[in-house]
């Protein structure tokens, strides 16, 4: 973690000779049909680069005034900056694990780009993956957690998210998730579960809080870890008692935030409702047959029932096949004496079954003109678990690796993760490809194919090539970056 002073070495990047020839290329002058033209080449490192100062010109800032926590902050050769900068292309990249983050900075040109990605001159001097991971053992979370704010903070202040709002508020999705398992106690805060042949398996676990689209784009909100208190407790921590830490928590971040929570029926209870309405939060929470007697008893269990009001229409479902789609609402529905209101949603294909089926419970008060976006708005739950959870368990992220096990290096690689995917998809889903390039084709699908792709051009960019990291896009004007429907 820096023991001594070392000094820099500067290097000009013109003095460095590239690693291959260029040859000529061996088809041309040669007879036959030209190829097609692509939708362009694009440096994946240059994207990455733009990209990122497009949407937080300031980012490099952010990541200076995260406080550090080494004693000795003048001794170290690495500032803060450059250590959160290389655990956040390391995610980006989809290394995988440490291991692997030291193979690619040996011998290349990684060490020396992650320099230029933070303003400085490119060097030889290259932080070593356990160096790194010692700093993350020791710092806060709750300086992540800042930094997180700041950057949904600039994209609700540059307008990024409006055209996702309902009701005029942006849509959170709230849903708990392992991260870590493990055959022996890791720790005295970890989780744990018995099962029936007598093992006992140990967990870390968190509850996420992310702003969901119908798009696909993520945005992580707050994160609130589910530990066990020292000491000796009644019952372990769970998702509920988090719920109650996280609320607060968000509250707090964010205190003139309003939003659209979304989440699945273990939610359906008298105390979240109650947190929602103190907040003037709207709420669309997943109605299980088997929750809220008092409420179930007082909607028809049949189409053949009388509901408030129910509209249909055709239309196609995600994978593009006719459905016949009909939202049927029914309120007012008394719960504890409060008000309420319950929504259905259900899909049936042309061979006349069920495609999808749902049902939630809301304060907020359906018609004919909000019914199906707000049931919509209700199905955007499972955002989450698919691009959110699953994409970083089985995506390329490895989010269930153990990048670092001491200290608090476990919460603070999974929250620049979380950091590191919202990077990469803003490059997914938006426009930028199309305005630099100059042609309308060059999507992200057509031009990198799949983010596993994207991410190993990326780390090949950085680590054998000198992107341009000082100079606009190459259109040379400014523009704003919109985002596509994939």
Not at 241 to 246: F, G, N
Request: glycine share 8%; hydrophobic share 35%; aromatic share 10%.
């Amino acid at each position: 973690m820096g023991k001594s002073v070392q000094t820099l070495e500067e290097v000009d990047p013109r003095d460095i000779e590239p690693e291959r020839a260029n040859h000529p290329d061996p088809r041309a002058n040669k007879p036959g049909r030209r190829p097609k033209s692509g939708p362009g080449k694009a440096d994946a490192a240059e994207v990455h680069h733009n990209v990122l100062k497009h949407f937080f010109p300031d980012f490099v800032d952010w990541l200076k005034e995260v406080r550090d926590p080494r004693k000795n902050v003048e001794a170290c050769t690495y500032p803060i900056e450059y250590i959160l900068m290389t655990v956040l292309m390391m995610h980006c990249g989809q290394c995988g694990s440490r291991r692997q983050l030291g193979r690619e900075l040996t011998g290349k040109r990684l060490g020396g780009n992650l320099w230029r990605m933070i303003g400085k001159a490119y060097s030889n001097v290259v932080c070593h993956p356990d160096t790194m991971n010692g700093v993350l053992a020791v710092l806060e979370s709750e300086e992540l957690d800042n930094l997180i704010v700041a950057i949904v903070t600039r994209l609700r202040r540059c307008r990024a998210l409006d055209r996702f709002r309902f009701d005029g508020l942006l849509t959170v999705a709230i849903d708990g998730t392992k991260i870590l398992k493990f055959k022996k106690r890791h720790c005295e805060h970890c989780t744990h579960q018995t099962h029936k042949n007598g093992k006992t398996t140990y967990f870390h676990c968190v509850l996420a809080a992310k702003i969901v689209t119908p798009i696909g784009l993520v945005i992580p909100l707050a994160f609130e870890f589910i530990e066990n208190p020292t000491g000796e407790y009644d019952k372990q921590d769970c998702e509920l008692k988090a719920w109650r830490r996280l609320y607060k928590k968000i509250r707090t971040l964010y205190p003139r935030l309003k939003i659209n929570l979304v989440a699945d029926g273990i939610y359906a209870e008298e105390q979240t409702f109650t947190d929602c309405d103190n907040a003037d939060w709207n709420y669309t929470i997943v109605l299980k047959d088997d929750k809220l007697p008092t409420v179930t008893r007082q909607f028809p269990t049949s189409s053949s029932g009388t509901w408030t009001g129910s509209r249909t229409k055709e239309t196609s479902n995600a994978d593009g096949k006719p459905i016949t789609r009909t939202v049927r609402f029914k309120t007012p529905v008394i719960y504890h004496g409060e008000i309420v209101h319950v929504v259905e949603l259900e899909d049936i294909d042309k061979e006349g079954e069920r495609d999808y089926y749902n049902k939630w419970v809301t304060n907020v008060k359906p018609n004919r003109d909000n019914a199906f976006d707000l049931a919509q708005t209700g199905r955007l739950r499972w955002k989450i678990e698919n691009e959110g959870i699953n994409t970083q368990k089985n995506g390329g992220y490895e989010m269930e690796h153990g990048y670092g096990l001491k200290g608090n290096a476990w919460k603070n690689y999974y929250l620049t993760l979380q950091i590191s995917q919202l990077v990469n998809d803003l490059i997914r889903f938006g426009d930028f490809l199309q305005k630099t390039i100059g042609n309308p084709q060059a999507t992200f699908l057509a031009v990198f194919g799949t983010m596993r792709n994207f991410a190993r051009r990326l780390i090949e960019c950085l680590r054998n090539g000198l992107p341009h990291l000082d100079r606009p896009p190459s259109l040379g004007v400014r523009f704003q970056i919109r985002f596509l429907v994939l």
